[in-house]
């Protein structure tokens, strides 16, 4: 995962359940691939499993669990795997619900 996620953000990602009692937790990595996007607040200590905001092309939007592992061996229509967004900064939830 570390060409996904470099180490000194990973560092920064709290674990997981961390923000739970937070109404607008920060978002710290955007990935995409094909119309989804997956936004991640916390992540496991392995740095596999991620808690975040995915949008797909079939939902405008939900919290929940993921693999980073399993979302990495997806190639999209042009045989691309998933990218992170490299200019994207940590971000309020709210901000990000908002804008998509």
């Known amino acids: 995962m570390g060409n996904l996620i470099p180490e000194n953000i990973k560092k920064q990602i709290p674990p997981l ?40 092309p079939y939902c405008s939007g939900e919290l929940g669990y993921f693999s980073l592992n399993e979302i990495q061996s997806i190639k999209g229509s042009l045989g691309i795997g998933v990218e992170r967004d490299l200019s994207f900064k940590p971000t309020k939830l709210s901000q990000i619900k908002k804008a998509s």
């Open 17 to 56: 359940y961390a923000t739970e009692d937070q109404k607008d937790p920060v978002v710290y990595i955007k990935l995409f691939l094909d119309g989804w996007t997956w936004y991640i607040t916390e992540l496991s200590i392995d740095g596999d499993i991620a808690f975040g905001y995915v949008v797909s």
